[in-house]
């Protein structure tokens, strides 16, 4: 990869670390993290020192550390006699240390988890620092990046707040900014939407087996409605409580959903709407009055009517409107017993 004369060039950098050529050139411009040696003047030369620096400038930055506070540690770690020749090992303190946009550190009595800095250009808000690290990641179409931090996420703080404080927050201010800007950052909403999905899945998959002869909790949204996320969120919470569960996805026509519902038994039916236009209140009502099981002893499933589609009706006999991804679950949970049975 490297010419040891010369160095690699802006785009092989860029390619390595996958990220744009105008960020790498932004950073040397802004921030001062550019190759010691110029050559000619005319053209940047990378070495492997330089490159060892740019990528814990992207570690930094992806774990929700302000670029201008990364630049500063890894600026540090490269002038320091003592630090290493490979910048990524060398230890960033100051990475963990809340600064105010004017470089001043914030009293240790506001939260380190939670504070309002730039850098991804998206309107997110007071959010978790992690929040901020993925939608940068985002914004770069830095996949390593994004796997990592949902990885971690999930692993530190467990489903429900992982999807509410990080995944959901980022999700939502990706598309503000594509409404906002004439149909840009389509392509960062749909390679965030992808690791969304694949991480969540993969929690799915990785739950303890559900009781197999306990009826199911049905999963799907109405018909002419696509987001599947929050459902597929949903999905991830059963299985990490073992709860059995059949997921239909997006868009599932009225006749087959009521078809699934006859057919399977659920104990509960989720049914997700993003916006009222979709919000199909006959399907909801249809579901919550259909009966199944021997006769003398028919039941009908609890519907859950999830999604701000929902908003503004109250909610009918047989249905419940959850408040978020903790509720839902609680409801759901409430209706089996220890041993996965309906309760």
Do not use: N
Not at 82 to 87: E, F, G, Q, T, Y
Not at 128 to 142: K, N
Not at 230 to 241: D, H, M, T
Request: with cysteine; charged share 20%.
């Amino acid at each position: 990869m490297y010419d040891s004369d010369h160095g690699i060039t802006t785009g092989a950098v860029a390619r390595h670390l996958g990220v744009s050529p105008t960020t790498v050139r932004s950073w040397d411009r802004r921030y001062g993290i550019g190759p010691l040696d110029r050559g000619d003047g005319r053209h940047r030369r990378w070495t492997p020192a330089d490159v060892a620096m740019l990528e814990e400038m992207c570690r930094l930055t992806a774990s929700g550390v302000p670029p201008a506070e990364a630049a500063r540690t890894v600026r540090r770690a490269r002038s320091s006699p003592d630090a290493p020749s490979v910048v990524a090992a060398a230890p960033v303190p100051a990475a963990a240390v809340p600064v105010t946009p004017a470089g001043e550190a914030v009293p240790e009595t506001a939260s380190p988890a939670r504070r309002p800095t730039a850098g991804s250009g998206l309107p997110l808000g007071d959010v978790r620092q992690e929040c901020r690290g993925l939608a940068r990641a985002a914004v770069r179409l830095d996949s390593p990046a994004m796997e990592e931090l949902l990885r971690t996420a999930l692993a530190e703080y467990g489903l429900v707040t992982s999807w509410e404080e990080i995944m959901a927050p980022t999700l939502h201010a990706v598309g503000k900014k594509w409404e906002s800007s004439e149909d840009r950052y389509v392509e960062v909403e749909h390679l965030l939407s992808w690791h969304i999905s694949t991480t969540l899945r993969r929690a799915a998959a990785s739950g303890p087996a559900a009781a197999s002869q306990a009826p199911p909790v049905v999963l799907a949204c109405v018909p002419s409605e696509q987001h599947t996320l929050p459902l597929e969120a949903l999905a991830a919470g059963l299985a990490e409580r073992g709860l059995p569960l059949r997921m239909f996805g997006a868009a599932v026509p009225a006749e087959a959903l009521d078809a699934a519902v006859r057919r399977s038994g659920p104990a509960a039916v989720a049914l997700w709407s993003q916006g009222r236009p979709t919000a199909h209140h006959a399907l909801a009502l249809h579901l919550a009055r259909t009966a199944f099981g021997v006769r003398g002893a028919r039941t009908a499933p609890l519907v859950l009517l999830a999604g701000p589609g929902w908003r503004g009706v109250p909610p009918a006999p047989g249905t419940v409107r959850p408040s978020g991804l903790r509720e839902a679950l609680a409801v759901i949970s409430r209706l089996y017993g220890e041993d996965g049975g309906a309760g």
